[in-house]
C-alpha cells in the first residue's frame, strides 16, 4: 500500500492507496502546496509589525516562519487564508486581501 505520502504520485493506482478517512503518519502537509485552494491572502506589513510574534502560535498551518526570534513572510505555499493571524494581531501589521483585491 501506498500509506508513505512519500511514495504516492501519478503512478500510484487508486487500488494501491490506503482506506480514506485514516491518519497514518504526520506532517503530510508539507509534502503538498496545500495553500493553492486558498481564496483570501493575509499580507504582513512590515512597517507596522512590532514583533510581539502573537501571530506565529495561533497560525493553524504553522504558516509564518520566524528565522533568529523574528518572524519573516508568509510561507504562502501551506497558507490557507483562515484569517486567524490577521484578527490576533493588536497591531494590524496583517491584513487580508481577497481575490477581488
Given amino acids: 500500500m501506498a500509506s508513505d505520502l512519500n511514495k504516492q504520485n501519478d503512478f500510484v493506482s487508486w487500488k494501491e492507496l490506503e482506506e480514506g478517512c485514516k491518519i497514518y503518519g504526520g506532517g503530510g ?51 490557507k487564508g483562515c484569517g486567524i493571524c490577521a484578527k490576533a494581531c493588536p497591531f494590524g501589521a496583517i491584513v487580508m486581501k481577497g481575490a477581488e483585491d
Avoid at 501571530?55 to 510561507?75: L, Q
Fill in 29 to 79: 502537509s508539507k509534502n503538498f502546496n496545500t495553500g493553492e485552494w486558498r481564496v483570501d491572502c493575509p499580507v504582513w506589513l512590515a512597517d507596522k509589525c512590532k514583533q510581539c510574534l502573537i501571530c506565529t502560535p495561533v497560525c493553524p498551518d504553522s504558516s509564518i516562519p520566524v528565522v533568529d526570534g523574528k518572524r519573516t513572510d508568509f510561507d504562502y505555499d501551506h497558507c
